[in-house]
């Protein structure tokens, strides 16, 4: 081969060269996907939003009043969560009203059922009630329940009775307190 064409032939080459790296170029551009915090609780009816634990009258002169002590609500608590990474949620519960003297109002959440995903709170059995908020679901990460009845946890209320304390104190008069829920960054 001659010099020229050992450069016609490196021109030919340089120019393929050329096209094949015009054929790889890349662009690029940056993508944000931005998750929002959430932390969302609703309470879900499967009849009404009431709660009648109601005592039956002794039918026999000496016997004692029997109270409704232990009741599955119908209640149950949905609840949406996306939080920063290793940090938890809770529900909590208190009373707004007054809790005749010698009655003990306990709660307990249910073990999570239904279609829910992620990482869903777990129960702290049966907690007392008070004016005080107490946890009753901790544990709670990024997650959703599921939404409505049969989702999330299915509320279960008990009641203690100290005799002594409640026939010395007791009025005719029903006692009516509304539970509220809340759910809130576990610090």
Known sequence: MNFKGAIGLFFILLVLAGTCYAD???????AKVNIPNVA?????????????????????????????TDQKSGVWINYSSVSEKNQKRKVTASVSGTIPQGITLKVKA?????NGKGELGQSKGFVKLSETPADIISGIGSCYTGTGIQN?????YEVDVDEAVFYRNSEQQP????????LTDDN
């Not at 790889?24 to 940056?30: F, G, I, P, R, V």
């Not at 709660?51 to 039918?59: F, N, P, R, V, Y």
């Not at 006692?175 to 809340?182: G, H, K, R």
């Open 110 to 114: 249910e073990k999570s059922v239904g």
């Open 152 to 156: 999330g946890h299915l509320l279960s």
């Open 175 to 182: 006692a009516l307190v509304s539970v509220v829920y809340t």
């Open 40 to 68: 969302l609780l609703s309470l879900q009816f499967e009849e009404n939003s009431s709660l009648d634990l109601t005592g039956s009258a002794a039918a026999i002169a000496g016997d004692q009043i029997n109270l409704n």
């Open 24 to 30: 790889e170029h890349e662009a690029n551009h940056k």
